[in-house]
């Protein structure tokens, strides 16, 4: 699976200090234990996601972005992603 920031809300850039890493995280849904997927660290910060070894079921999904200056902002959740392995 291929995921990229859900919004351009999701941004820590304060004062021109740029993105430095965006860390794609998913959880169990409703868990709110989040686990990083992968982390891009160049545009267009996207990540490949092998969901094989994963259960099935729901999953949240985020990114959280770090800027230059070590701002820190997480997007919001895009809840309840289902994996289903058969298919």
Do not use: C, K, M
Request: proline share 3%; net charge negative; glycine share 12%.
């Amino acid at each position: 699976i291929w995921i990229s920031p859900f919004n351009d809300d999701s941004t820590a850039d304060t004062g021109g200090s740029g993105v430095a890493t965006v860390d794609f995280q998913s959880s169990p849904t409703g868990a709110g234990e989040w686990t990083t997927i992968d982390t891009a660290t160049s545009a267009p910060y996207t990540v490949d996601w092998n969901t094989g070894a994963l259960a099935e079921g729901g999953y949240d999904l985020r990114v959280v972005v770090t800027d230059g200056a070590g701002n820190v902002a997480t997007s919001d959740a895009v809840t309840n992603r289902r994996i289903d392995h058969s298919n």
